[in-house]
């Protein structure tokens, strides 16, 4: 983060850098990854797997723009804009293929199924015979 807002100084003069909130649950069969992107267009945001890392980036455009709108005075700007991008590693045993995401009043819920080998299973315990049945049984 502090490299990040170094470079947006150096090159915009702006300090001020969006990194998205975020929280990584775990359940009994998944991870979900909720991200709080409050006015971002969900056609903005890109959501990647690659090597057991999940990362989703995107941009969160400004409401106004004097291109479009013509000349305009700004009295306060406190809202951050620009590219965002939140990565975090999974462990090994989860179900690539199977990772669905959905949006929803600015609130990113990415669901990322376990594999079969990591989900708790009960092991049943047979029982053995008793020492006096393997002798009636020869």
Do not use: C, M
Request: aromatic residues 8%; hydrophobic residues 40%.
């Amino acid at each position: 983060r502090a490299l990040d807002q170094a470079f947006n100084t150096a090159l915009t003069g702006d300090s001020r850098v969006w990194v998205p909130a975020i929280d990584v649950v775990e359940q009994k069969d998944a991870y979900v990854l909720y991200a709080e992107l409050p006015g971002v267009d969900p056609s903005e945001i890109d959501v990647k797997f690659e090597q057991n890392v999940l990362t989703v980036r995107g941009t969160k455009r400004s409401a106004f723009d004097a291109a479009k709108n013509g000349e305009h005075r700004i009295y306060a700007a406190e809202r951050v804009t620009g590219n965002f991008e939140r990565s975090v590693r999974l462990p090994e045993f989860v179900d690539g293929d199977k990772i669905a995401a959905e949006f929803n009043n600015g609130l990113l819920a990415v669901t990322v199924p376990k594999a079969p080998a990591a989900q708790p299973r009960r092991i049943e315990i047979k029982v053995a015979p008793k020492h006096s049945e393997v002798e009636q049984a020869q």
